[in-house]
């Protein structure tokens, strides 16, 4: 075929490829033959091949392709992902009806009612009608480019063909919900099951890590779907109304939610409720509950947002889902302090969305008090993403082969003594050289609010305790690439990226740095309090139990817990080490002073403005002090949204109150 005839073809084709695609993916309504659609793509190959100028982005051969990533790079959204409050009964979403009433002052509010997939956000840009960048949610503000993992779902269309009458945008953001279907996940495990390897737990997290695979084609192997849902930045185009919003995008050929629904008012939503309800089992998908939005666009805009949550939509979550399911074993964890806490292995049923194979039973006391044996048959319950739990036993199944667990005296993982606090339910391990927890307390470490080193994970913690090279913290700053190169799954690029970020680390806080050591009961605020009081480490090394009483909101208990600490010579000689190999925690800030030098603020209801964190972060660099419950001693209490009791007390007591406003004022330039 020459030139000019095979590049007719070769559009022929992509758009024949293109149709089809739409047809199977999103009207679910195939015209052709899988074999057919195999032709044609092999077809298109052949000719791509023969004449490699011709091959384009969006050709539908280019859903996989290049070398994997070595990283995922970050990518700002333009407009924030927002996470969606949760309503769990008919009076809180009364209530929020309410509130969005209140504060636009409409009689009846009209509302869109969507399906609340269990799945991963994420947001596709295009420009010219062409799939240019996709990313996940992210922290909402910031995500990660999985561009090349996205043009693998058959579901994304990769150039747009928008209907008679529809304007192609020069620019489009649109936000999804990619998922695996119910049967799709069945049959992916079958063939896991058939190729003898671990089956999958549930079909969120299977999709969640399918789209963070470095290499592509990982992804490409694994049946994702996607349904789109919202419009961000678009040029051109303005909306009244988000129901605009799924039309433009139906027009434009991306698959949308059929199930989608407006109601009017309270009553409607409800109604929408139970059709969800009554339906969750019989869809295709996985649903936890129902997401409602307010429809009008202004409306939305004058309602706004508090932190990172919408004041117009929320997720209204179906009831708990309980099953019953028999206690295969019972086992102990130990936890980064040292604690041992038994978790009951299941048979795996299917929960609430998700297959739960284990639940927590908390602590001896609470093992005790449920009376679960091995072998019992047990209620299993889970509302949401609430952590599965076992209800109670089914009493009347025991046949009297079940076993009562008898509680270690030992630690499983290290043989050391384990001990019942005096005062407490929890039994803790008292080895110093535990290896379990000290793979907790890397993993701790390295978080992002204690020394922030990126790259160092949980299996990677867990290798390197496992391969002797760390044995406490001041071993990871004598890392070699020549050993981090041995570990499996380490090359060399990604060890030379992690020793970079691990001497990055050198230059911290000495709130980072008192908090990264994991000593007991400290947490953030505990670490904030006592590098403002003490300002250096040698001085909180020897300070005395009376001392350390001293520091802001720190009691007798914990101001044992941290002598405790830097009394035994192990973590004494650590933090000495840690010192010697060049970790420089720079003292405190000096609080700016101003309005609130001396005062005591108490924070209550939602700020528009910023978190309550941020709110507490910025009245203690002006000196002042943040307190959780008003008193007679409370010089402000700041109120926001939704304030409560606290609001009612102030006034009792004569507190002088802040709305935002005057509260932002009192701050002055931040």
Known sequence: MNRPDAETRVEQLRAQLQQANHRYYVLDDPEISDAE?????????ALEAEYPDLVTPTSPTQRVSGAPAEKFEKVVHRIPLLSLNNAFSDEEIAEFDERVRKLTGAQVVDYVCEAKLDGLAVELCYEGGAFVKGSTRGDGEVGENITANLRTIRGVPLKLTPADGVALPPYLEVRGEVFIKKKDFAKLNAQREQQGEPLYINPRNTAA??????????????PLSILFYEVGVVDGRTFARHWDKLDLLKALGFPVNPDNARARGLDEVRAQHQRFLQKRHDLP??????????????????VGQVSKSPRWAIAYKFPPEEETTQVLKIDVQVGRTGALTPVAFLKPVHVGGVTVSRATLHNEDELRRKDVREGDWVFIRRAGDVIPEIVKVVESRRVGEEKEFVFPKTCPACGAPAVRDPEGAITRCTGDSCPVQLQRYLRHFASRAAMDMDGLGVELCAQLVETGLVKNFADLYRLTLEQLVELERMGEKSAQNLLAAIQ???QTTLRRFLYALGIRHVGEATARALAEHFKAVPPLLDAPVDEITRVKDVGPEVAKAIRAYFDKPRNREVVQQ????????????????????????????????MSREQAKEEVERRGGKVSGSVSRKTDYLVAGEDSGSKLKKAGELGVKVLDEAAFLALLGPR
């Open 504 to 506: 990055r680390t050198k």
């Open 578 to 609: 840690l010192l010697e190999l060049g970790v420089t925690p720079a003292p405190p800030e000096e609080s700016k002073g101003g309005p609130f030098t001396g005062k005591t603020v108490v924070l209550t209801g939602t700020l528009a403005g």
């Open 209 to 222: 890590g399918s789209l963070r695979q470095l290499d592509a084609r990982m992804t490409a192997s694994r």
């Open 37 to 45: 659609y195999d032709r044609l793509m092999r077809e298109l190959e």
């Open 285 to 302: 998908y996985e649903i936890d509950g129902m997401v409602v939005k307010a429809d009008d666009e202004d409306l939305r805009r004058r």
